[in-house]
């Protein structure tokens, strides 16, 4: 069964706190993107990567980190840092950067 | 850059009837369309999409429509079921993907 995963499905961080959001697939898609979805918005990208060991700010990078050590796996991590990090996390993965994005099924991040 | 715009926030619609979802963009240079479904609480799904060649594409049910004169794409649901309730965005690529923020279809028995 092919697809991408997001974990948890609920995430609740406390103040001044970390948390970091879980990305895999086997799709063996070489790009992975980080969306940030809020009520009657567009998504918007906050981090991509072309490939391994690569990737590049999006539109709202601010409190956001990631790494791309394996092809499959793209974490986000929320850092205490981003001072409104309630959104819907939605990731994504094409087979190259610009053709169609398939996309994980979220991880509502709440602040407790 | 791009802005990528919808028509309408809500759309109701009969079941059995067919739906007309709008989408409008800013960037005559943009040539990738995509539309995604995305039922409540969970991930967009692809539906179909178009490059800038073509006009006019047709899947299951569903067919988008490209007219690049007055930069506008259309997704058309034929005979609309209940399991078609969802917000519909569109993608549009222009050296990144931009994303409008939705249409909520609600289908009425």
């Known amino acids: 069964d092919g697809g991408i995963t997001q974990s948890p499905k609920y995430l609740f961080r406390k103040e001044g706190q970390n948390v970091t959001l879980s990305c895999e697939q086997n799709l063996n898609h070489d790009a992975m993107y980080w969306y940030r979805q809020d009520p009657g918005q567009g998504l918007r990208l906050i981090y991509y990567?072309?490939?391994?060991?690569?990737?590049q700010k999006g539109d709202i990078a601010e409190g956001y980190s990631v790494s791309r050590e394996k092809k499959e796996s793209f974490p986000l991590t929320v850092t205490s840092a981003q001072k409104n990090p309630t959104a819907f996390y939605l990731c994504?993965?094409?087979?190259?950067?610009?053709?169609?994005?398939?996309f994980g099924p979220g991880t509502r991040l709440l602040v407790l | 850059g791009e802005s990528v715009g919808l028509h309408l926030p809500t759309l109701s619609v009969q079941e059995g009837d067919n739906s007309i979802i709008n989408c409008a963009y800013s960037n005559s240079a943009s040539d990738y369309f995509i539309w995604y479904k995305q039922e409540s609480g969970k991930g967009p799904q692809f539906i179909i999409d178009?490059?800038?060649?073509?006009d006019k594409r047709q899947g299951q049910r569903v067919t988008v429509l490209l007219n690049k004169t007055v930069k506008h794409l259309s997704l058309q649901i034929a005979a609309t079921q209940p399991g078609d309730s969802a917000v519909y965005f569109c993608a549009v690529d222009f050296n990144k993907f931009y994303f409008g923020s939705g249409t909520k279809l609600n289908v009425k028995p």
């Open positions: 178009i490059r800038s060649n073509m």
């Open positions: 994504a993965s094409s087979v190259e950067i610009q053709e169609t994005q398939y």
């Open positions: 990567s072309q490939i391994v060991n690569d990737f």
